[in-house]
């Protein structure tokens, strides 16, 4: 089993910059991809970012390209999210999820379904 623990929301004002964390812990976490989902009240969870476990691959969003970065950092075991020029419409619960060991070095993914672990969320909160 592995857990994820996010960290790093809040409340800031729009063109604000905020980094979450994401720390695993609990069986060997390597070899596979990670990435970043947000939900927004009343809205179905949707893909952030995501990046390989080698770092060498990263894929985003369209309304996040540009101002967000997901970076990671495996001798800590963390994920990063770094989030600059942050709009009202960022606003949402934002989670980091983890494949499962056959990713490899290279694989990353966009649907959630893919996915075997999730932390528990972190709220990131943007005010005008």
């Known amino acids: 089993q592995v857990q994820l623990v996010e960290s790093g929301g809040g409340l800031v004002q729009a063109g604000g910059s905020l980094r979450l964390s994401c720390a695993a812990s609990?069986?060997?976490?390597?070899?596979?991809?990670s990435g970043w989902f947000r939900q927004a009240p009343g809205k179905e969870r949707e893909f952030v970012a995501a990046?390989?476990?080698?770092?060498?691959?990263?894929s985003y969003a369209d309304a996040v390209k540009g101002r967000f970065t997901i970076s990671r950092d495996n001798a800590k075991n963390t994920v990063y999210l770094q989030m600059n020029s942050l709009k009202l419409e960022d606003t949402a619960v934002y989670y980091c999820?983890?494949?499962?060991?056959?990713?490899?070095?290279?694989?990353?993914?966009?649907?959630?379904?893919?996915?075997?672990?999730w932390g528990q969320g972190t709220q990131v909160t943007v005010s005008s």
């Open positions: 999820a983890a494949g499962g060991t056959a990713w490899g070095l290279k694989r990353l993914s966009r649907d959630p379904m893919a996915y075997d672990y």
């Open positions: 609990g069986r060997t976490f390597t070899n596979t991809g």
């Open positions: 990046i390989s476990w080698s770092g060498g691959s990263t």
